[in-house]
């Protein structure tokens, strides 16, 4: 039981701590992995669960493809090969011998996949081709921050392939849109949407859009990215379809994906110095009964009454648990339970049974209310999307407070660099501007394309073309 | 719509063609790697969602660990290595330079999970520790075949550790059970389980437990394996407990794995001449309809019932479809659904909505029936189980057909060699005996430990200690 570091002054060391006293991830021997436990994999799986559904909704289908890509593959898209060769893992031996081609362990599968699309597409009539994948990769880290930053992480990556530049686009920004009402409306974490400038553009595509948010300390956390490839790698793998009037094209891609550094921004968003603060509808508890008793005979009594509204809470939809562990008192109980964020903790004991009522806490607030115990089904579900909503409101209000809209960098760099927050100013487009920014640790998070609030570029006399966010980042 | 190669005498070629042609999967680009297509994909997904429940509803959690493990770790078990080295594919290079150690892309978890155990397992109450993870593996494959035997392949592999050998052996069987009801039950595949012979064991474990089918070739199929690792591991992993008399002592482990090959056990058991066959259970699309029309208005008004039809079946619980391609021919529907072996088609006309009626084909015998539509909800669902039942007695029937009794190996072993097919005979026990089979590219599939039917081994003459089954196998 032992206390956390301080949050406020000390968040990298609170971060890593919170992980391991909530159980949700171990190191590993092998440099820059985790090994995800139980309850890191089961709000992963949460997570998984309302993704996948949104993928497959917008009409995209499962498959898997291989972990090995020839090296040949990853180097056949020039920006590809030179944004990714640093952070490769390389087989050269399998089966007791040599290889005669090096395999990398995919940092992602763009290569792969398109390699197979090419084999797949013929004509038009096979458009749009939609793929997703669930998977591991790995991208070797210098810098490993568990779930944040890991050199294996999990993901999903989705790969489609369309007739027009309209369509790819059009795909992009969907996607986009997906993960953004994933991010809001589910995980409680506002984001910012934009497009990332050409330095910060995946390898090989045409356009990065990006959903940033800002976690407790300020700093801006890359959330995913949706990739407007166009026909690049269409044309490194020979991809071609007969179009509608009879000749032969290069399909327009896209991908995107998300990772499991989603469950990192939940911790790095919501949590505070008791632990985990998990917003209910990716809480893989949500709601926790702590029984209290002295006697066998009240054990008994309380567990009965217990299991009946688990069994209720659950008809209603909610994932309920009862904490029936009798090697440990309640107020351990209550410290577990709050280390790992369970949105409402009931307190069950013989004199509220006798009362017909429970203690029902909220872990946002800390504040307890009396509830009737035949109305707790009734109730409960209510509660934990009010606590849903206040997640997201108070994080709402965080970012007010760390907003600054400032114009030049000579200003708000020293700022940005000792406080972060999110700095909206004024770009010139020009790359020897964005460079301005590393000094100060900084860099553009995204492009605010619809906004142009600011007159001149943060970095030089010339006119703004577009407002930016500039803001540390993890 | 090419033709399927004979499946009576060319079994090998028909199980290869119906894989592209059912579209479950294709060859990928590196060797003996495969890409799991949609459906193929849509089946692996209906057996994982049922293994998945199974494991969960027995007490295990899942968890994730590093797919790349220490190569030191895999040599820490004598056997263990002895077993894998030859299989292995090694990560030599990462991040740009030579690695001090090199890393193995995970053939199975024990070592990585054990580490791991080590650090977690303290005292008796730490037990039992029962986890499960969902992982890609991989093991450089020889003579590939897809689903059966690929270089990487998915799995679930659970790991557990117990204060006693007895809890330990317990668990063991236990996973073997559920096994064996997930494929009787779900894949309407029968088993023979039982022991697997020294020489088969898993490396390092103390006893392994097997559930083996019979594909429609004859040949035996391991369709997955349940192990008792007893202390070895942990001795190797230097995991101990305090238990609950105060001393350390080593912890019992098991593993118990099944794998992406039960989508070629359910390929290789129950197809025919004209595609796949799915047991309804696992179809990830039990119905299908094919809308009949040759106006626009009629097609209008025959989609409009189908859609009808497909919302009253999926309330009803059934995963339904219509098949609203307007650039296919219903007979080129009819070929296409058959070769993925969707369990019941539904045809629909204008006529037959005149008439209030449908045709209701059935995949396994082709027979066809005509359910008038108010009663396709009620009565589907009943005859799905039918089929269901229907599938997996056929199966067993198969197997009491190719189910010899015999003595001596000098008597059977041409007709092992030649005809495949379930040989129990009786066994002294001796590995020099289990030698023999070699020959006639047989091998003892499992040992029947609670059948002692014959007399003699069938190898010498010594007497037989136990009944095994000897098969050809993939």
């Not at 605010?448 to 609030?453: F, K, Q, R, T």
Request: proline content about 5%; overall charge negative; charged content about 25%.
């Amino acid at each position: 039981m032992s206390k956390l570091p301080d949050i406020t002054t000390n968040f990298p060391e609170w971060y890593q701590e919170v992980i391991y006293a909530a159980e949700l991830a171990d190191q590993a021997p092998v440099r820059g992995c985790i090994v995800i436990r139980p309850y890191g994999n089961a709000i992963w799986d949460e997570i998984k669960t309302v993704l996948d559904k949104k993928i497959k909704d917008t009409g995209h289908e499962n498959a898997i493809f291989p972990v090995l890509i020839p090296l040949s593959f990853i180097e056949r898209e020039a920006e590809h090969i030179e944004g990714f060769a640093p952070e490769l893992a390389i087989v050269t031996h399998a089966g007791g011998k040599k290889l005669e081609e090096p395999l990398v362990v995919r940092p992602t599968s763009e290569t792969m996949v398109h390699h197979m699309f090419a084999k797949w597409i013929k004509s038009y009539r096979d458009l749009p081709l939609k793929i997703n994948q669930w998977a591991n990769v790995m991208r070797w880290e210098k810098r490993p921050r568990a779930f944040l930053r890991t050199s294996e992480f999990f993901w999903q990556e989705g790969h489609t392939a369309h007739e027009t530049q309209e369509q790819a686009l059009e795909e992009t920004l969907l996607m986009l849109s997906e993960y953004v009402d994933l991010a809001e409306n589910y995980l409680a974490i506002p984001v910012i949407q934009g497009r990332k400038s050409a330095s910060e553009q995946f390898p090989g595509a045409q356009a990065t859009y990006t959903f940033e948010a800002f976690m407790i300390d300020g700093k801006a956390l890359q959330m995913g990215t949706s990739h407007l490839l166009s026909q690049n790698f269409a044309k490194s793998f020979d991809m071609k379809f007969q179009n509608k009037e009879g000749q032969m094209a290069y399909p327009y891609l896209t991908s995107w994906g998300a990772t499991t550094r989603l469950v990192g921004a939940i911790i790095a968003s919501h949590g505070d110095q008791n632990g985990l603060v998990l917003p209910p509808r990716i809480a893989p508890i949500q709601v926790i009964i702590v029984p209290i008793y002295k006697t066998e005979e009240q054990q008994a009594h309380v567990f009965m009454i217990a299991q009946e509204i688990v069994a209720q809470l659950k008809k209603a939809g909610i994932r309920a648990q009862c904490d029936t562990n009798d090697q440990m008192k309640p107020g351990a109980k209550f410290f577990k339970w709050e280390m790992r964020g369970i949105p409402l903790r009931i307190e069950l004991g013989p004199r509220d049974i006798e009362n017909n009522v429970a203690l029902v806490a909220s872990r946002l607030g800390g504040d307890k209310q009396t509830i009737a115990l035949d109305q707790l089904h009734h109730q409960i579900p209510g509660m934990l999307e009010t606590i849903q909503h206040q997640m997201f409101d108070r994080a709402q209000q965080r970012y007010a407070k760390m907003w600054h809209k400032v114009d030049k960098l000579a200003i708000f760099g020293k700022q940005l660099e000792e406080q972060a927050g999110i700095y909206q100013t004024g770009w010139c487009k020009d790359a020897a501007c964005e460079q301005l920014l590393k000094p100060y640790t900084g860099s553009i998070r995204c492009l605010l394309e619809n906004s142009h609030e600011m007159k001149e570029c943060f970095g030089c006399d010339m006119p703004a073309v577009v407002d930016v966010i500039a803001a540390k980042s993890y």
